[in-house]
């Protein structure tokens, strides 16, 4: 059963997309604190299914492949809906399209090369920005339901626009490393 525990952190996250999902329908800002309440908790068990399975030294091929894809079908849902309900919009929307078409493209890449069996390890400045990324998201969650001192929206479009423009330069690194091995 310990050995399993990173694994059901993991699979956690997926399961709160269809709760994140429907919190949106929660007119109001009981709502927009539901979905940020979720999306907190994914968060917290994204670092805490690696760290766990790193000391408790259980890392497995289950856990390696489910990882990066609860992390991407979580970020696409939020990112989604927030679209979709006007939480995300105008030219805040262009960080959002470079970030899905990343993520799809750097999945496809992983998927490629693993088939060459090369490894395309996850960078520093990658976790860089996933850490933009959700806490622009988080911030975005809550929206125009947070205390009138903190401007929830700016701050979430602002870490958004960084987290693009990592995204990028995550992207192009990721690519350039992978040309290498396509024929």
């Given at each position: 059963?310990?050995?399993?525990i ?13 709760a ?15 979905g940020?309440?979720?999306?907190a ?14 000391s ?10 489910l990882d ?39 999945s ?11 490894p395309?390890?996850v960078?520093v400045l990658a ?7 959700i806490?622009a ?10 205390p009138?001192?903190?401007?929830s929206i ?13 995204t ?16």
């Open positions: 059963m310990r050995n399993q990173p694994n059901l952190l993991t699979l956690s996250r997926i399961i709160v997309i269809p994140l999902v429907a919190s949106f329908y929660i007119h109001g800002p009981v709502g927009n604190w539901i940020f309440a979720l999306f908790f994914a968060g917290v068990t994204d670092f805490f299914d690696g760290y766990l399975a790193r408790m030294n259980v890392v497995s091929p289950l856990g390696r492949f990066p894809i609860a992390d991407k079908l979580l970020v696409a849902a939020a990112l989604m809906m927030m679209v979709a309900f006007d939480r995300i919009s105008g030219f805040a929307i262009l960080p959002a399209v470079i970030i899905m078409c990343r993520e799809i493209m750097v496809g890449l992983r998927e490629h090369l693993a088939e060459l069996k090369v395309l390890p960078t976790k860089w920005k996933t850490t933009a990324q806490l998201l988080g911030f975005l969650l809550v929206g125009d339901a947070s009138e001192m903190i401007p700016m701050i979430g479009d602002i870490l958004l626009w960084i987290a693009g423009l990592v990028v330069q995550t992207g192009y690194i990721y690519l350039r490393t992978g040309l290498k091995y396509l024929d």
